[in-house]
Structures are given as C-alpha cells and as structure tokens.
C-alpha cells in the first residue's frame, strides 16, 4: 500500500515516512501544498497523511483534492491544533480522521491501520471473487488461486480501481519500491501471468487491456 506524507516539519516528515517503510507501507513525501497535489495527481494513493497548515496551502484543501482524484483514498489530518472547531472543520471537509500533535507513533500506525480497513482497501469482494491482500489469497467459487508476488499486488491494485484505466507508469508507482529501476514490460508480465494462472483456467476475464493508455479491472466478464 502506498501512503503520501504531507508534512512541512522535515524531521518530522523524514520520521513518519521511515516509520511506515518499516511496516511495509511504501511512501512518497511532500513538504508543501504544490507538490502534494503533483504527486496526487499522478499516482493512485490508499491514504494520504497530510498536516493541517502548509506553507502554501491549507490542508484541508488538499482533503478535496485527494477525495475528487479517487474517493476511496483514505485522508488523515495530522494538525497542532487541539481544538474542537479545528477537528470538526477537518472532518465536515472530508478528512477520515483527525491526529492531534505531538502524537505516539504506535498510535498512529494502528489509526492508518484501522482506517486503512474501514475504508475497504484490504478484503476486495466482487461478486464470486474474493481477493485477500492481507493473506495474499484469492478465492473463486470457493477455490483457492495460486497467484502470488507482484501478479497478485498488480491484480489487487487494479481491482481497488476498478472504476480506473490505470497506466504502467502508475502501477510501477504503486506496486515497485523503485519503479524508476525497473521496464514497463514487467506490468506485461505481471498480466500475463494472471491471464496464464488465474483467467484462463477459470474462465473467466479480469484484465482489460485498454489500448495506449493501461489496464482496467473488468470482472465480472465472461471470457
């Protein structure tokens, strides 16, 4: 899961992103309003932990932003404001929760956690498909699918967007810790192989290919 860090306090910022990489979460970090809104716009986040006051834009601008992008996008508003009007204001705007500073970081990792699972993004149930990315299982019709690594994630990423076409650039983003390392036929690959291990035997179609611009979910779709 990929998790933007809006935060000016550097320190702080640098923290945060250190901390979520050791649970796993793959991070990309801002300092400022401009460039939380590039990086929104170009890549499909499950939550975005932004502070509250930013030297060129108010946090809670940056909520609507996220939330026109993709809905599902969980927001969390991290802010050294402790008063009632301040929580409100974030939550009335869209935010899923609101963090007041100083915080514990076990705390916060176990709200992005418990947000993270409110807001859908784990268990991906559509229709007889069921796709478990905690267990990094898939069941269909009651049988197990043997398809695991970075097929399993490109199926995961595409299935939580499903309303999407994604490019190859934004599920290198997504799903490679160092897409900048790697080709865009790896994404070919990856389709490939749950074409191979998952549609074919089954019969049914979950990836679309959707010609010069990427990769839509599509099931349920009778090969």
Known sequence: MRILIVEDEITL???IAEGLQEYGYQTDSSENFKDAEYFIGIRNYDLVLTDLMLPDGDGLDLVGVAKQKNSRTAVVVLSAKDDKNSEIAALKA??????KKPFDFDILI?????????GGTNVIKIDDLIIDPDEEKI????????????PFEVLTHLARHSDQIVSKEQLLDAIWEEPELVTPNVIEVAINQIRQKMDKPLNISTIETVRR?????CFPKKA
């Open 94 to 99: 869209g935010a899923d929760d609101y963090i």
């Open 13 to 15: 910022n640098k923290t």
């Open 110 to 118: 176990a709200r992005i956690e418990a947000r993270l699972r409110f």
């Open 213 to 217: 611009r990427g990769y839509r979910f």
């Open 139 to 150: 069941i269909y019709l009651g049988q197990e699918i043997e398809l695991k690594g970075k």
